[in-house]
């Protein structure tokens, strides 16, 4: 696609910022990050995003009167792009920027618009997703944290699972029943949940790597401001589904930065082993590189569809692609690594970056909604097929 006058100078500008700025106290923060490697250097990688945010270079999607550049679809491909070409750190704040953020845009109040979207902005308040529970995973529909209005606030219980990054954040935004008696999409609520308070407690979860990005979050009798819900009591199910649309849209480009790292070292390292020589081993290798296009382009898709006013079906299909892409990726990484790929690199447990992405993109097909559900949600919603046989 060729690019205007203006997306090639958007271009030139992005490319010029981060080439100047992740040199010096950020030049060792490059590569840092990602999928399996959300514990690497953490602080550092958040003092670069509030680097960034004091530059103007957080939320270039949003509308300028919400702290955004109100970059076009193009021009936020085209950032998420040099991002990727620069090795800059993996962001720390992306579920703010790129899920709760345009949620509260499109759903939230005045008032919450001017409480919550200024410290995303800053990255001075970094967010937590809670969905999932230990009964409630893909299925969500089936969540049972409850929440009850008593007074000027609402008291929440339950327990969340699954939460990326949860001992550092702030905030969580969390869908709970608050109407008693409800089942499955009824009677649930959007409500945002401060994290720093007794109510709360986190359990990392130890995953196969040996790191713990994921964790467990109880709550008991947690409190939030009567005001801190989006949207009204009930209407916790529409909101839900909206950030889902916004988490396979924008966030997807911002995800596929790291990706595109990944598939590039992988390829690097069958140049460097000799084993891209193989002809099949290469045929992998260009099968993962159309379909990495391939997302791409469908992210793109997405967010014109979400600028248009809401995310077409194309969307349903984000994460079943993504999750399979990337777990393939790992199996070719270990392909390329051959019989040294199953040795530790030192006690107890030490292992490489490749060893490390193999490993953890085993659970990219289960969470965040596993290939299973996606195949049905995509078959009888999407496509309007005879639903499967339930009990």
Excluded at 200 to 220: A, C, K, L, M, Y
Aim: contains cysteine; proline residues 5%.
């Amino acid at each position: 696609m060729k690019e205007s006058p203006e997306d090639k100078a958007f271009r030139a500008e992005v490319r010029a910022w981060l080439a100047e700025h992740l040199n010096g106290e950020f030049a060792h923060a490059k590569g840092l990050g990602g999928p399996g490697r959300e514990h690497e250097a953490f602080e550092i990688r958040a003092e670069w995003e509030r680097h960034m945010a004091a530059h103007g270079w957080t939320c270039v999607g949003w509308p300028v009167e919400h702290g955004g550049r109100g970059a076009t679809v193009e021009q936020q491909v085209i950032f998420h792009e040099e991002y990727a070409l620069a090795d800059a750190p993996a962001r720390v704040n992306h579920i703010g920027e790129n899920l709760l953020g345009p949620t509260i845009i499109a759903f939230g109040t005045e008032e919450q618009k001017k409480r919550f979207l200024p410290p995303i902005v800053a990255a001075t308040e970094l967010w937590c997703q809670g969905y999932s529970e230990p009964n409630a995973g893909s299925d969500l529909a089936n969540v049972q944290t409850r929440a009850v209005l008593d007074g000027d606030v609402w008291k929440v219980s339950g327990q969340k699972v699954w939460t990326s990054l949860a001992l550092e954040s702030d905030w969580c935004f969390v869908v709970c029943r608050s109407e008693p008696g409800s089942s499955r999409h009824h009677g649930l609520s959007y409500l945002l949940v401060p994290m720093k308070q007794d109510g709360v407690e986190i359990r990392p979860i130890i995953q196969i790597t040996g790191t713990s990005e994921f964790n467990e979050v109880f709550f008991d009798d947690a409190v939030t401001d009567a005001a801190n819900i989006v949207g009204a009591p009930g209407e916790g199910w529409k909101i839900a589904m909206a950030t889902l649309g916004f988490e396979r849209g924008v966030a997807t480009l911002g995800q596929q930065v790291g990706f595109r790292r990944e598939f590039e070292g992988v390829a690097e390292l069958a140049r460097k082993t000799g084993a891209i020589d193989d002809p099949l081993l290469r045929d992998r290798l260009t099968r993962s590189y159309i379909e990495l296009e391939a997302m791409r382009l469908n992210a793109v898709r997405i967010m014109e569809g979400v600028a248009a006013g809401a995310p077409g079906p194309e969307s349903s299909i984000s994460k079943l692609v993504w999750g399979t892409w990337h777990r393939d990726l790992g199996e070719i990484a270990m392909e390329v690594l051959g019989a040294a790929g199953m040795i530790a690199q030192g006690e107890p447990y030490d292992l490489d970056d490749w060893q490390r992405l193999f490993l953890f993109t085993r659970s990219d097909t289960i969470y965040a909604g596993s290939n299973e559900i996606q195949r049905n949600i995509i078959s009888e919603r999407v496509l309007g097929l005879p639903r499967e046989a339930r009990p």
